[in-house]
């Protein structure tokens, strides 16, 4: 069973188009994240929602909007995509906030 | 915010070695300390983790060491097989998220 999958794998879609991410943890847990990774492999966080509330948003253009309907479910949803956007979005839950995180596969978007 | 300096950028050793990455924080305030390995395709997977009430942590072949006081800890790898080749990040965190330094590519050779 997976433990934190997220949906699609690939993604490839034009500039300016709207996409969605899904990602779904069967952990149990209470925080939820999304990191972007670059193609220098930086990971840098994006959201965090605990219990389903927003607590962190670090710097994100206000394209990006994330939506938590419940504890298990934190979905990306991206408008009007640019070519800066093509990277690699990682999922993850820990129990708590301060906790180790689990991450998911990722989704490589890519913007064309 | 935290900021976090991990260093080398890329390992090569030749199978058998140890290899060790470092990595420095700057907010004192900071108490957990994990290290995660990233194959080629997949997610970040935690291998060991350390909380600032401890000075070293080992498990097997790894071993993580927390120096609170100079504000650096590192990750130490022995006996490398080539399955260890991969990307690993350290990471820290005071009262919410992770913040991951640039990671390290390490290639072990056989």
């Known amino acids: 069973d997976t433990a934190v999958s997220q949906t699609p794998k690939y993604l490839v879609t034009q500039m300016g188009n709207d996409k969605s991410i899904k990602c779904e943890q069967n952990?149990?847990?209470?925080?939820m994240y999304w990191y972007k990774q670059d193609s220098k492999k930086f990971l840098k966080i994006m959201f965090s929602y605990n219990n389903k509330e927003l607590i962190i948003n670090e710097t994100v253009p206000n394209r990006f909007s994330p939506k938590s309907p419940d504890k298990a479910h934190l979905n990306l949803h991206i408008n009007s995509l640019e070519l800066g956007d093509s990277a690699v979005y990682f999922c993850?839950?820990?129990?708590?906030?301060?906790?180790?995180?689990?991450f998911g596969q990722g989704t490589r978007l890519t913007v064309v | 915010g935290e900021n976090v300096e991990q260093h080398p950028s890329t390992l090569s050793v030749q199978e058998g070695d140890s290899a060790v990455i470092k990595c420095t924080y700057s907010?004192?305030?900071?108490?957990?300390f994990p290290w995660y390995k990233q194959e080629l395709g997949k997610g970040p997977q935690l291998i060991i983790d350390i909380r600032s009430n401890v000075g070293e942590k080992k498990d097997q072949r790894i071993a993580v060491t927390l120096n609170k006081t100079a504000k650096h800890f590192s990750l130490h790898i022995t006996e490398t097989q080539p399955e260890d080749s991969a990307v690993y990040f350290c990471a820290v965190s005071g009262y919410s998220t992770l913040t991951f330094g640039k990671g390290t590519m390490l290639l072990v050779s056989p």
């Open positions: 993850a839950s820990s129990p708590h906030q301060n906790t180790e995180a689990f």
């Open positions: 907010d004192s305030a900071s108490n957990y």
């Open positions: 952990l149990g847990h209470d925080t």
